[in-house]
């Protein structure tokens, strides 16, 4: 069992016809995804990587049964996309796009929710369930050799590091369960705490990892969850960012969202109060394997 997306996952590409998209639905393809449709107004009739392509999500899905999207399209098409693929039924979807305008971000995290949509990003690089399937770009051409199958929940606010992390699980003979890289944007479909209530209710997964980084209070919500007896599998952090606490309050380095604006914005900060409500802090990437046995 995974959560989000497995072997069984029907896949569609809104945006198949563009350069990203074809480049990752090859890599897709060779790992295992059943990518069954893509979608591209104005291009129905066309195949990429001998994948059908649609006018609109909702002849994709009635053509394929199509269940999750992939979502190639530029910030300022996201929120209209994301729009016609809730309502003709999709409940899991990534949204790669960056720096996607805050009030269609917000429209579209809300058009989400308001049918139970689970949705990965603004700004990430995908969710992979090891072994059995992956949305998006995640671990390249070399996904099988980074994410390795197995019993850990990985959730990471850098899609970089989602990689960096399952690496580092897999030289030390764990693997994954699924790895969410829940996006760098401000705005996101799901939170990193409805993520670890996730693993939480997954009987495949016996622990989580986090990496999480200066703003926002994703890492916050955790800790909360963890106090109130919410979250009671093991969860190891890695809060990475504390040289941002030299520089001036405001700035982001790195994510839009990392940005340091009150007392618990920061990388120290959100250490203490994890490591406080029963978190593991990991001060290295090598550490966290050791916290996990």
Known sequence: MSILIDSSTRVLVQGATGAQARFDIRYCLDYGTRIVAGVTPGRGGETVEGVPVFNTVAAALA???????????PARGVKDAVMEAVEAGIRVLACFAENVPRHDAAAAVAAARSVGARMAGFNTNGVISPGRCKLGGIGGDRAAQIYAPGRIGVCSRSGGMSAEICWTLSRAGMGASTCVS??????????????????????????????????????????????????????????????????????????????IKGENDSASAKRKILAAAGARVASSLEEIPQLLR
Not at 63 to 73: E, H
Not at 246 to 255: E, K, L, M
């Open 182 to 259: 829940m996006g760098g944007d401000p705005i996101v479909g799901m939170r990193m705490v409805e993520v670890l209530k996730l693993f939480e209710a997954d009987p495949e997964t016996d622990a989580c990892v986090i990496f999480g980084e200066p703003g926002g209070t994703h890492e916050i919500e955790v800790a909360e969850a963890l106090r109130a007896g919410e979250l009671r599998k093991p969860v190891v952090a890695l809060i990475a960012g504390q040289f941002q606490e030299r520089y001036p309050a405001g700035v982001s380095f790195g994510h839009f969202a990392a940005v």
């Open 63 to 73: 053509a394929t049964g199509a269940n999750a999207s992939a979502v190639y399209v």
